[in-house]
């Protein structure tokens, strides 16, 4: 069971988790679900692009996505539809050309399910580096402006005015899930990718008294859902992606088990008589 | 804090447009430091756009906003909602923009009267005790500037009294500068050293005494008696037109709204 290939793949989906987490919550907490997924959807055109353009897909990838956050900032000011509307039209859209650019050029070559739900127990030692280098950055980035994107995220308005410049914020968090989706493709697919960011957050929501235990917290649960969705896979002969994702949705459900510590607030009607 | 009688934030003739509608036009405003500014006017008249080209998150699309370098500001927004899935303590909400000892906070919710709310969650306060965190944030960053965009919503009268009086303290003992959203009038008017009626520009201004009795004010706000104590009520008297001009209570139309007094206001 412990199979060099086997390591290799549970190093880099605990350190994938790891970063899932905090920027899961993010995405949760900016209801930027399905942006996240759009970015995913892209990340197939990405492809597509890398093998036509003949570059390494890390790079034709994060292009891609970051290309799409970008159609979506002129849609969203040049059209009437709403923005969930403008996110469905880009994910389909790039999905399809994906496909269809993939059909066109790799064609036969492309393991396409792979692309989609993932394949964790191919990685190489160099993909492992690399997904290591790209957590390490994203992780190190979120730490670092943890206190612009928590308060943006809050409210860009008072960012704004107390000097925290939330539009670089913005794009900062755009290319945070560019570089994720493109490394994270590997474990889950792109199918998948929204699931590994939002279901460890929603599983942390119900324990987590504060962002900071939320985002740790998430880390943690991802971090169980990959390692036990890893086994399972293994030992049950189960596709890799989509067992992690199986664990990640137990895990929700019986997270809500736990009993929380901290119960209601004090409650809102007036001061104690001891502070 | 600066002394100098130089304003911390000046607006010049300041006027935002959207889809060929002027939200606000020809603002001339200065708050310097130790002054307390309150805007007051109608829904619509665009009170919330001036705040927000003074704190600078709306630019103005004509004229000038010349801001103090370095000028920290403090700045409670009209709405804010906070999504549930954001586990948030008042505690935490406090060091939101910036890091905070526990001690300050303590201090800062204590004077807003909600020092026993500080591990609740954001979530589960009432109106009024969200916005009293709110302003605890604000004063919390001792701003040169305070701009505080309809403060007292859902607060209770005698609250609303009160915290109308600890702005006037910190202003007192900060010497910061603060700029008042209102649509109410009777209390604000007691600290105010400026007051500015806003329809879409500024339809008159100056301190509290003088103000009451502009014919402008009159006009908009009804007999002086009332200021004291009389339940806000705005007339309009002319209504913006999309194309910008000005259509008069006596169905006359002019390019502005405030020419000279004798003319497009008479009668």
Known sequence: MLDDFFLRALMAGICLAVVAGPLGCLVVWR?????????????????????????????????????????????QRSTQLSNDTILAILAHTTLACGLVLIALTGGRTVNLEALLFGDILTVSQTDVLVIFAGGATILGIIIWQWRRLLAVT??????????LA?????????????????????????????????????????????????????????????????????????????????????????????????????????????? | MPVSKKPLIQLANAGVERDGRWLVRGINLAIKAGEIVTIIGPNGAGKSTTAGLVV???????????????????????????????????????????????????????????????????????????QRALLARAILRQPDLLVLDEPVQGVDFASEAMLYKLIKQIRDRTGCGVLMISHDLHIVMADTDTVLCLNGHICCSGSPDNVVTDPEYLRLFGAPASAALAVYQHDHDHVHLPDGRVQHADGTISDHCHPTEDQAHAG
């Open chain 1, 31 to 75: 209801k930027m679900a399905f942006f996240g997924d759009t970015l995913a959807h892209a990340a197939l055109l990405g492809i597509g692009f890398a093998i036509l353009t003949d570059l390494p897909p890390l790079i034709g990838v994060p292009l891609v996505t970051l290309g799409t956050c970008v159609a979506l900032l002129l849609a």
């Open chain 1, 154 to 163: 809050v409210s860009p308005d008072i960012a704004e005015a107390e000097g």
């Open chain 1, 166 to 275: 939330p539009r670089h914020a913005e794009w900062l968090f755009m290319i945070l899930i560019a570089i994720l989706v493109s490394i994270a493709l590997k474990l889950v697919g792109i199918l998948l990718i929204t699931a590994l960011l939002i279901m460890p957050a929603a599983a942390a929501r119900h324990l987590a008294s504060s962002p900071e235990s939320m985002a740790r917290l998430a880390a943690l649960c991802g971090v169980i859902a990959v390692t036990g969705g890893l086994y399972s896979s293994a030992g049950l002969d189960t596709p890799s992606g989509p067992s992690v994702i199986v664990v990640a949705a137990l895990l929700l459900v019986v997270v809500r088990l736990i009993p929380r510590r901290h119960m209601m607030p004090t409650p809102s009607s007036g001061p104690k008589d001891t502070p």
């Open chain 2, 56 to 130: 600078g998150t709306i630019q103005a699309d004509v004229g000038k906003v010349h801001r103090t370098a370095g000028l920290r500001v403090g700045y409670v927004p009209q709405k804010l909602h906070i999504d549930p899935a954001l586990p948030l303590q008042v505690g935490r909400l406090m060091a939101l923009t910036a890091t905070a000892t526990a001690a300050d906070i303590t201090a800062a919710l204590d004077a807003v009267g909600i020092g026993h709310l500080a591990n609740a969650f954001v979530n589960h306060l009432s109106g009024g005790e969200f």
